[in-house]
Nanobody
Framework: QVQLVESGGGMVQAGGSLRLSCAAS????????MAWFRQASGKEREFVAA????????FYADSVKGRFTTSRDTAKNTVYLQMNSLKPEDTAVYYC?????????????????WGQGTQVTVSS
């Protein structure tokens, strides 16, 4: 069982930066692949970024490539999402998720554990 708690959300102007954190409790954090998804008001939840269990593989949605970076600190049981050059269309609730198995990293249904989400609002 893994419990995930996101933090770091807030309001920022377009062009600004935020860093989200996702702290994981429970054992075997290093065996979980981690991902970030987001859901804007009135829209479906979408994939943002993912990192493999050993940190060696990274995946990004086209909409955030070059602007967002995900990383993990196994010693702290934490995964991060550094968001730069933020745009109003990045406004959403951002969720952290964890999984062990599954062939891909971008499919929502493969993730077994989810955080409660943190709001990111980007003003123009």
């Amino acid at each position: 069982q893994v419990q995930l708690v996101e933090s770091g959300g807030g309001m920022v102007q377009a062009g600004g930066s935020l860093r989200l954190s996702c702290a994981a409790s429970g054992r075997f954090f290093s065996t979980y692949a981690m991902a970030w998804f987001r859901q804007a008001s009135g829209k479906e939840r979408e994939f943002v970024a993912a990192i493999s269990s050993n940190g060696g593989r990274l995946f990004y949605a086209d909409s955030v490539k070059g602007r967002f970076t995900t990383s993990r600190d196994t010693a702290k049981n934490t995964v991060y999402l550094q968001m730069n050059s933020l745009k109003p269309e990045d406004t959403a609730v951002y969720y952290c998720a964890a999984k062990i198995g599954g062939p891909t990293f971008v499919r929502e249904y493969e993730y077994e554990y989810w955080g409660q989400g943190t709001q990111v609002t980007v003003s123009s």
